[in-house]
């Protein structure tokens, strides 16, 4: 049986297994309706025309695990920010692990998906924020939506900064041969709240995940967020990653993107402003080798006065890898007085990498400052010829020259910690120790 035809007979049964009230009812059954007509998308999509599924959907996922995952915290403090207190929201295989957690309800709400959804003291909170602004068109987005169930429910009340950064982690044990997974997140900060978020993807062992993740975040009037994506999975795990943010006046969201692994990854980041001063950052680093595929598809919709937006997304791409970069802003014509920039870099290794770019700007204001640009080359000879003629052998010149070229991203980091282990990795997927401190 095809992965559509399996996913659509086990909705019924999916839904006869948890307590779900009326109006979600109605909203997953419009959403597997939606699924059922569109199906997975392909090239055939504009969308998706450089970004192709069907490797990854002729494996045989499970769609529900049916086994719980057993780790031991040993196994996986490397994945945790250890070097500092976090709140942590833990799931393994898509079922919450209590053990490795620590959520909390003291002054603001880290805790789960499940409970937000079936609670009744949270129902006012869902029926007001739930699938509000997650696309109702974009197939993959509505799938999640009929399976959503599970994932991490953050409320930040107002006027609270939550005293340390929150983990969301997912990890797939490999308990079964093939195993799908949908979890759906849902982080709420309101007026001149803070909150800073880290989120990650990681398989245990090389049995293929397929994960499609819906995250809906809403950035009331003054509140700052601070989003910060890892992803460095083994090569048997593919991710889709649909975030769509809301944001009201004089509010700031940053979200930062380190794609360093995985098969196929797919992030659709999409940003809206519905108030004045806003300011929406959007950053990211893409390191690649072997065969592997990162697609970027960004929207910031300006479509309100004297907002901001900065994109930076910077790609090294070695071996047979492929990097898709589609970045679009939005300007409507209320949204005068608009400061736009979206920037993208890319350093191909070899002539069997490839980078499909596609910057776009979409005005109809007439008073704006929108600048958008993109370079694709290879590493200066001149520069490498210097630093090795300094006595800096050829690997390490190569790798601190890619170092400098992402280095603009990772001094935006605001956590020390992360900023530290995020140079790690980088080092790492260069092949060389870093000869500074960290």
Same mark, same amino acid.
């Given at each position: 049986?095809?992965?559509?035809?399996?996913?659509?007979?086990?909705?019924?049964?999916?839904?006869?297994?948890?307590?779900?009230?009326?109006?979600?009812?109605?909203?997953?059954?419009?959403?597997?309706?939606?699924?059922?007509?569109?199906?997975?998308?392909?090239?055939?999509?504009?969308?998706?025309?450089?970004? #192709?599924?069907?490797?990854?959907?002729?494996?045989?996922?499970?769609?529900?695990?049916?086994? *719980? $995952?057993?780790?031991?915290?040993?196994?996986?403090? %490397?994945?945790?920010?250890?070097?500092?207190?976090?709140?942590?929201?833990?799931?393994?295989?898509?079922?919450?692990? #209590?053990? +490795? #957690?620590?959520? &909390?309800?003291?002054?603001?709400?880290?805790? !789960?998906?499940?409970?937000?959804?079936?609670?009744?003291?949270?129902?006012?909170?869902? *029926?007001?924020?739930?699938?509000?602004?997650?696309?109702?068109?974009?197939?993959?987005?509505?799938?999640? &939506?009929?399976?959503?169930?599970?994932?991490?429910?953050?409320?930040?009340?107002?006027?609270?900064?939550?005293?340390?950064?929150?983990?969301?982690?997912?990890?797939?044990?490999?308990?079964?041969?093939? !195993?799908?997974?949908?979890?759906?997140?849902?982080?709420?900060?309101?007026?001149?709240?803070?909150?800073?978020?880290?989120?990650?993807?990681?398989?245990?062992?090389?049995?293929?995940?397929?994960?499609?993740?819906?995250?809906?975040?809403?950035?009331?009037?003054?509140?700052?967020?601070?989003?910060?994506?890892?992803?460095? *999975?083994?090569?048997?795990?593919?991710?889709?990653?649909? &975030?769509?943010?809301?944001?009201?006046?004089? #509010?700031?969201?940053?979200?930062?993107?380190?794609?360093? $692994?995985?098969?196929? &990854?797919?992030?659709?980041?999409?940003?809206?402003?519905?108030?004045?001063?806003?300011?929406?950052?959007?950053?990211?680093?893409?390191? +690649? $080798?072997? %065969?592997?595929?990162? *697609?970027?598809?960004?929207?910031?919709?300006?479509?309100?006065?004297?907002?901001?937006?900065?994109?930076?997304?910077?790609?090294?791409?070695?071996?047979?890898?492929?990097?898709?970069?589609?970045?679009?802003?939005?300007?409507?014509?209320?949204?005068?007085?608009?400061?736009?920039?979206?920037?993208?870099?890319?350093?191909?290794?070899?002539?069997?990498?490839?980078?499909?770019?596609?910057?776009?700007?979409?005005?109809?204001?007439?008073?704006?400052?929108?600048?958008?640009?993109?370079?694709?080359?290879?590493?200066?000879? %001149?520069?490498?010829?210097?630093?090795?003629?300094?006595?800096?052998?050829?690997?390490?010149?190569?790798?601190?020259?890619?170092?400098?070229?992402?280095?603009?991203?990772?001094?935006?980091?605001?956590?020390?910690?992360?900023?530290?282990?995020?140079?790690?990795?980088?080092?790492?997927?260069?092949?060389?120790?870093?000869?500074?401190?960290?």
């Amino acid at each position: 049986m095809e992965l559509k035809d399996k996913l659509i007979s086990s909705f019924m049964a999916f839904e006869e297994n948890i307590d779900v009230h009326a109006q979600l009812h109605d909203i997953r059954t419009a959403a597997i309706k939606n699924f059922e007509l569109k199906g997975f998308p392909s090239r055939r999509d504009e969308a998706w025309k450089y970004t #192709s599924l069907n490797s990854v959907l002729k494996n045989d996922f499970s769609v529900f695990p049916k086994h *719980d $995952g057993q780790i031991e915290s040993a196994e996986v403090r %490397k994945y945790f920010l250890h070097e500092i207190d976090t709140y942590k929201v833990v799931f393994v295989d898509g079922i919450f692990n #209590s053990f +490795l #957690s620590s959520t &909390t309800h003291d002054g603001i709400d880290v805790c !789960l998906m499940s409970s937000a959804l079936t609670k009744p003291k949270y129902k006012m909170v869902i *029926d007001e924020y739930f699938n509000k602004i997650a696309s109702n068109d974009e197939s993959l987005t509505t799938l999640n &939506t009929a399976f959503a169930n599970e994932g991490a429910y953050i409320n930040i009340p107002k006027s609270k900064v939550a005293d340390k950064p929150i983990e969301i982690i997912y990890f797939s044990t490999g308990s079964e041969a093939a !195993l799908m997974v949908q979890p759906r997140n849902l982080v709420i900060v309101n007026e001149n709240s803070h909150v800073q978020i880290i989120e990650r993807h990681q398989s245990l062992n090389e049995n293929p995940v397929l994960t499609n993740s819906v995250t809906e975040i809403f950035a009331k009037k003054r509140a700052i967020v601070d989003y910060y994506k890892i992803q460095n *999975d083994n090569l048997e795990a593919s991710l889709i990653d649909n &975030t769509y943010i809301a944001q009201k006046e004089q #509010s700031h969201v940053s979200v930062h993107t380190f794609s360093f $692994g995985g098969n196929i &990854t797919r992030n659709n980041l999409n940003f809206y402003h519905q108030g004045e001063r806003i300011d929406s950052t959007l950053k990211g680093i893409t390191i +690649l $080798g072997d %065969k592997q595929h990162v *697609d970027h598809h960004t929207l910031v919709q300006h479509a309100t006065p004297n907002c901001e937006s900065h994109q930076n997304y910077k790609g090294i791409f070695g071996g047979r890898s492929t990097g898709v970069f589609n970045g679009k802003i939005f300007v409507e014509k209320e949204a005068q007085k608009t400061d736009a920039f979206q920037q993208n870099n890319n350093i191909l290794l070899g002539d069997k990498s490839t980078i499909n770019a596609k910057p776009q700007l979409e005005i109809f204001a007439d008073d704006v400052k929108c600048s958008h640009g993109c370079t694709i080359g290879q590493l200066d000879e %001149k520069a490498m010829f210097y630093m090795q003629s300094r006595g800096i052998p050829q690997k390490e010149a190569k790798a601190l020259l890619m170092y400098a070229f992402s280095n603009e991203v990772i001094e935006s980091i605001k956590i020390p910690e992360l900023k530290n282990r995020i140079t790690k990795i980088i080092a790492t997927k260069l092949g060389v120790k870093m000869g500074f401190d960290l």
